[in-house]
Nanobody, 118 residues
Framework: QVHLVESGGGLVQPGGSLRLSCTAS????????MGWYRQAPGKQRELVVDITDDGNTNYAYSVKGRFTISRADRDLTLYLQMNNLKPDDTAVYYCNYRRMAPFSYNYWGQGTQVTVSA
């Protein structure tokens, strides 16, 4: 079991920045991909960005050039740097660690609220 905890959310004005962090309790079997998702009120959860174990990234069109994913501590920490935030970025942000077989898993954090408002 991998326990994920997000932090770094909050209230920010349009144009501002935030950095989200996701800390994994332990990883016995390395994730094959890690990512950030978000869910706005009344909407489905959507991919923001993910990164594979070999470093390939996939950004949602709406955040390209503004958000950057990174990882550290042998993938025990995942970051999302968010710049030039917009009101449409308001959502609960979740981190996700997943692994394909063998030893497959799909873990989610509890989420952190990001609110972009003047």
């Amino acid at each position: 079991q991998v326990h994920l905890v997000e932090s770094g959310g909050g209230l920010v004005q349009p144009g501002g920045s935030l950095r989200l962090s996701c800390t994994a309790s332990r990883i016995e079997h390395a994730a094959t991909s890690m990512g950030w998702y978000r869910q706005a009120p009344g909407k489905q959860r959507e991919l923001v960005v993910d990164i594979t174990d070999d470093g390939n990234t996939n950004y949602a069109y709406s955040v390209k050039g503004r958000f950057t994913i990174s990882r550290a501590d042998r993938d025990l920490t995942l970051y999302l740097q968010m710049n030039n935030l917009k009101p449409d970025d308001t959502a609960v942000y979740y981190c996700n660690y997943r692994r394909m077989a063998p030893f497959s898993y799909n873990y989610w954090g509890q989420g952190t609220q990001v609110t972009v408002s003047a």
